[in-house]
Structures are given as C-alpha cells and as structure tokens.
C-alpha cells in the first residue's frame, strides 16, 4: 500500500516551475531587465508588462526573474557550502565522538546562540556587501546547522548491523561514512538541504532590503522589495508582484523539504 | 588455526570500574573444526565473538593472546587488523533483516571483500559474487545480484551475507546465533548449508548459539561457557552424553524432549 505523498510532489512541482522560470530568466526576459522607458513608467500589469513597470518605466517581470537569479545563485552557493562542510564536519564528529566531537560542537553551540542574519549583518559590516562576501558569510553561518543535523544521523547508525557487519569486512572509517552510511541518510540530508535553501533565500532578501545584501548592479529581490516599500500605495503591483514571486519560491522547497521528511518517516 | 589463551574483555561499570565480561578463557579452533559456543545471555559468549573479531566495542578493554596460525592478533593496529578482518575472519550477524545496507544492491555487498582487499575488476569481482551466492545455493543468482536487501526473505539474506563472508575464503567465520532469527525450516536448511561449506571449503567454524540442539545438530565440540568463564569443554557427543559440570547438565536437561 502506498501512500501518496502529495506534500512532495506539490512541492517538488512549484520549486521545479520556479527554478525553470529563473533559469529561463538567465537566457531570455521578455524585456531587458535594466533598459529604462520613460513613456511607459509605473504601468499597471497588462499583457505587454505581465508585473507592470516601475517608476522608470523598467519591466517588473524581468526584474523579478533577474532578481531570483541572484537569489537562486546565493541560495545555491550557500547551501553548497554549509552543506558540504557540514557533512563533512558533522559525519566526522557524529562517528568518531569523543573529543572532536565535543569540541566542534560546543563552537557550534556558541555560533548557533545568535540569530544568524544578525551574526552575517555584523560580517558584512566589518568585510563589505556585495554577491560573493554574501555567499561566502552566509556560506559559514549554514554550516553548524548541517553539520549538527549530519552528526545526530551518522551518531545513530553507527551502531546499526550493517555498519558492523562493513566493519567486519575490513572496510576503512572513511568507507563505511561515506559508502554505507552517507547514503542511507541521504533523505534527511536532501530535506535540510532544501530547508536550508529557504532560509537562503530569506536571509538574503533580508540583508538586500536593508541595503546589507547585494548591491546595484545587481538585481535582488530583497532590494527590490524595499523599492517597493515606498510606492505600495501607488504601485500596489510592485511589491505584490516581487513578494508573490519569492513567496512562490519559498514555498516550493518548503514543501519540498516537508515532502522529503514525510518520505523519510515512511520509510 | 586459532589460540585464543586468556582472554579477558572488560567493561567499566556506572563508577567506573571494569567489570569482567569474559574472564579469561582459552580454547583453540583447529582447521576445518566447527566450534560451538553455547551459554545463557550475558555469559560472555558474544563478547567473546566480537573479540575474535576484532570489533570489540570501543570502551570494552581487550587482553590476553588471539593467534592466527602462530600470529597475535592482539597488538596490531587498527590498519593491520583491516587486512585480517574480511580476508582471514570473516563474520555473520544474527539478523539477516538489517544487517545488510539497505541502500546497496545485494551483489555489491557480496563482493566487498574482494572490492576492499584485492585489486580484481569488476568483471572478475561479479564472477567471484555470482559464484559464491551459488555456493550458499540461493536460486537465480544473476537476479538476487541486482536486488536490493529489502526485495528478498529473511533465509535468502542470510544466505546473501553467508556469501559475502566466504567469498574472500576466510580461515575462520564466526556465526553469531545466525540462525535464531529465523523460522525453524531455514534454520536448519542454514544449519546444512553451514556443514557442507565447512566440508568442502575446509573453512573452520566457530559457531555461537544458545540452543543446545543446533550445536549437537553442527559443530564437532563446543565450549559451556557460563558467567564468562569456560565450565565445560569437549566432543559434542561427550559433553552432551557425559556432562562433568552442573550447569552444562542443567542446560541439558532443560532440552525440551519430545512427547508422544
């Protein structure tokens, strides 16, 4: 009997139409994404402007998907990072314990005792803004919870029979972290790491809205947002259109995420 | 063959003291021999194995002499003991249901062995798989190679890790209780199956249950352990015939009997 897990496919549907639309958005836009036209500013969405114009008269839609590039492209990066290095630090320590273990994880405590989009503000302040610092900061700061998540799992296998069972065989720690155990908790990993996208995405548009994110020329969703901000009441369109897109994104590997976790319990 | 002289394996107790789980045994295990150990829960028979084995758990403390033809295995590192385990040890756990990765195709799991300590190729590995899921009898092998763990029964699992254990042709296998999770008719077809691979690939056994009629059913002697010391050791038909020990006559006398 199988249960369809209609978390995952929801999810995994929204997330896939979003990241086909932005990757879409790297070759074509209906508009060039910075061309301003002053005939046509702060237009509300019609056919030739599916999101309207702002107030230079430059084509929302476009701007949107050039904006969830860089989000998707920060997202991307930071959860590269945080998650391969979490992995790493998390199934070392998760296997071996002992004093590693114990110290990694108290700086991982102590790193995760404050909030992190305050901790990646106090890095941008001291290193700079800009698209690559953002990854790099945000990068880090995703590590502890990787690596925190990957530890507990590979604590808990290591115990199981068929880890002994590849022990007996004579196989190497390394071997048996990476061969055996790694892939039977590749379910949780890919649930976290699609977790891990979202929160992504919003600590970026975070630092982007109050100006501590990506800068011009580069188009950011976060920034986008507080462009808005001043002209809701005018250009309702603005912010609705930007908030919805990104909304949209967040919610497809939300689900996504959950879907992977329901999948994992059943298993 | 095997020595094994005064083996202690310690664990330390909730203040920290080491409390004896097996207090120096010695036995040895000639070659082609099937050696059964038989005892209750907690009379240090599985500490015993798992020594042997070399994969005591981390905080027990292990002493004594473990000798493979003539060699200690005691004092090697970490690194050297890899190289014996698999390719001169081999082992089988009691379940058969999670004992074996559930994310790696059955015939990878096989060839492990020859994957981690030879430098056959694929091909040459698959052939040596094939053969050795012939050699425990399972039916079909080229489709059980394919398989998964989860899409075939508790006796063709059993049979799959008997396969990977043999196939690097191991001196000893060590068979911890690998029969007591199974239903009564693939116990004894494994019982079978573990006798005829004995015979025919002279490959000694060391065999560990609690069910006296499955070590009388296999092994050549057997070892009474009780407690974690040795209180009884011989022939199976002695031991079983003329017990000396008044805990082997007890266990003994609790084989339940057939009634007409």
């Not at chain 1, 005939?39 to 839609?61: I, V, W, Y």
């Not at chain 2, 107790?13 to 070659?31: L, M, R």
């Not at chain 2, 493979?68 to 050297?80: K, N, Q, T």
């Not at chain 2, 081999?90 to 096989?110: H, I, K, N, W, Y």
Request: with cysteine.
């Amino acid at each position: 009997m199988k249960r369809r897990n209609w978390t995952l496919r929801i999810g995994g549907c929204v997330a896939a139409v979003m990241v086909a639309l932005i990757l879409l958005g790297t070759v074509w836009t209906p508009y060039d994404p910075n061309a301003l036209a002053g005939a046509e500013k702060s237009m509300a969405p019609c056919l030739a402007h599916l999101f309207g114009t702002d107030n230079f008269g430059r084509d929302l839609f476009s701007r949107v998907l050039e904006g969830g590039r860089t989000s998707l492209l920060i997202a991307f990066c930071t959860v590269a990072i945080g998650g391969v290095c979490g992995t790493v630090i998390g199934s070392l320590t998760g296997y071996f314990g002992g004093l590693v273990d114990e110290v990694l994880m108290r700086f991982n405590d102590s790193v995760s005792a404050f909030p992190n989009i305050l901790l990646a503000l106090v890095c941008v302040s001291i290193f700079g803004t800009g698209k690559y610092k953002i990854i790099l900061v945000l990068g880090v700061l995703f590590i502890p919870s990787f690596a925190r998540i990957v530890r507990g799992e590979f604590a808990r296998e290591r115990s199981r029979d068929y880890v002994e069972n590849a022990r007996i065989m004579g196989a190497g720690p390394f071997r048996v972290m990476f061969a055996h155990i790694l892939p039977n908790v590749k379910t949780v990993l890919l649930s976290s790491v699609a977790i891990g996208f979202n929160n992504a995405v919003l600590a970026e548009a975070g630092m982007s809205f109050l100006s501590m994110g990506v800068q011009p020329p580069d188009a950011s969703l976060g920034r986008m947002l507080a462009e808005a901000q001043g002209s809701l009441f005018t250009m309702p369109w603005y912010a609705l259109s930007t908030g919805c897109f990104m909304v949209l994104l967040i919610l497809g590997f939300s689900l996504l995420g959950q879907g992977l976790q329901e999948q994992e319990r059943e298993l | 063959m095997i020595e094994v002289k005064n083996l202690r394996v310690a664990f330390p107790d909730k203040a920290g003291k080491p409390e004896q789980a097996v207090k120096g045994i010695s036995f040895t295990i000639g070659d082609g021999e099937i050696l059964g150990i038989v005892g209750e829960s907690g009379s240090g028979k599985t500490q015993t194995a798992l020594a042997l084995a070399g994969l005591s758990p981390r905080k027990a403390s292990v002493e004594g002499e473990i000798l493979l033809d003539g060699r200690d295995l005691m004092p090697l590192s970490r690194e050297e003991i890899r190289n014996v385990q698999g390719k001169d040890i081999a082992m089988v756990f009691q379940e058969p249901m999670t004992s074996l990765d559930p994310t790696m195709r059955v015939g990878r799991q096989v060839e492990e062995v020859l994957e981690i300590h030879t430098k056959l190729d694929k091909n040459a590995r698959q052939e040596l798989a094939l053969q050795a899921l012939r050699d425990v009898e399972l039916r079909d092998v080229e489709t059980v190679y394919r398989k998964y763990p989860h899409e075939l029964s508790g006796g063709q699992r059993q049979r799959a890790m008997i396969a990977g254990a043999i196939i690097g042709g191991p001196k000893l296998l060590i068979a911890d209780e690998p029969t007591t999770a199974l239903d009564v008719t693939i116990q004894a077809e494994i019982l079978y199956l573990l006798g005829k691979l004995n015979r025919e690939k002279g490959m000694s056994i060391l065999f560990i249950s609690h069910d006296l009629r499955v070590i009388r059913r296999l092994c050549h002697r057997t070892l009474v352990m009780h407690g974690g010391h040795i209180v009884e050791q011989g022939d199976v038909g002695q031991v079983f015939q003329d017990p000396q020990d008044d805990y082997t006559k007890t266990l003994i006398a609790s084989i339940p009997t057939r009634r007409y």
